[in-house]
């Protein structure tokens, strides 16, 4: 069973460039998520997607960030127009809805992150 | 909103020792899950040991202990026979039931381990 898996690892880009991030999430799990980790600080919710559905968006994702995961499985990250502040390690997460009775208490399970330098 | 506050922003302890790493949390809703993550240097987030509010013995995961206090809001991790391997940033994060999907997370402590 393969865990989480994300590409890049790294990427540095200058201002203004668009940037794509690909999480493949542990198979069969519907739930994927994505988080945010800036330094010194613990990572924040970005966005949640059951099956290919985007369910919750987080109000720090700004119109230059779109997510989609368009068949259920992988998902990708855009951020258009860089800027500076959007450095940071964007991290991916999968879990299983269906692994437990309760909505809240499956298990969220990392990827290695792909680490953001906007130059 | 909910809220984990980790006060502890650096932890040593030497090896072979026990250490507890605090968290404290804030939510109004009675349904909710405590997670504790390990995240070494590399970046990767690793699942350590999960505490459900309903659930009325701490949990244990191997070396990992959860010290859950209920009342006082408390879910504080245990880490014992430390190993040079655990030195690394630890996180409590939160879900609550009302929010399926995402996890609040502390700051963070950070553990070293010395011989």
């Known amino acids: 069973d393969t865990g989480v898996s994300q590409d890049p690892r790294h990427k540095i880009t200058k201002r203004g460039q668009n940037v794509t991030f690909r999480c493949d999430p542990i198979?069969?799990?519907?739930?994927l998520y994505w988080y945010r980790q800036t330094l010194g600080q613990g990572p924040e919710f970005l966005t949640y997607f059951q099956n290919e559905a985007q369910l919750e968006k987080s109000r720090l994702l700004s119109d230059r960030f779109s997510a989609e995961r368009p068949k259920g499985s992988f998902s990708t990250l855009e951020i258009q127009r860089t800027e500076q502040g959007d450095s940071a390690m964007y991290l991916c997460?999968?879990?299983?809805?269906?692994?437990?009775?309760?909505?809240?208490?499956?298990?969220?399970?990392f990827g290695p992150g792909t680490r953001l330098t906007v130059l | 909103a909910q809220k984990i506050t980790q006060t502890q922003p650096g932890m040593f302890v030497q090896e072979k020792e026990a250490v507890t790493l605090d968290c404290t949390y804030d939510t109004s809703d009675p349904s909710y899950g405590l997670f504790w993550y390990k995240q070494p240097s590399s970046g990767e987030m690793i699942f350590l040991i999960y505490?459900?509010?309903?659930?009325?013995q701490n949990a244990t995961e191997g070396r990992y202990s959860l010290n859950f206090q209920k009342a006082r809001k408390s879910a504080n991790l245990v880490i014992s026979a430390s190993q040079l391997g655990d030195s690394a940033m630890y996180f409590c994060a939160m879900r609550v039931s009302g929010t399926a999907s995402k996890l609040t997370f502390g700051t963070g402590t950070r553990l070293q381990v010395t011989l």
């Open positions: 997460a999968s879990s299983d809805a269906l692994a437990t009775g309760r909505s809240y208490t499956d298990t969220q399970y």
């Open positions: 505490q459900g509010s309903y659930d009325q």
């Open positions: 198979s069969e799990h519907n739930r």
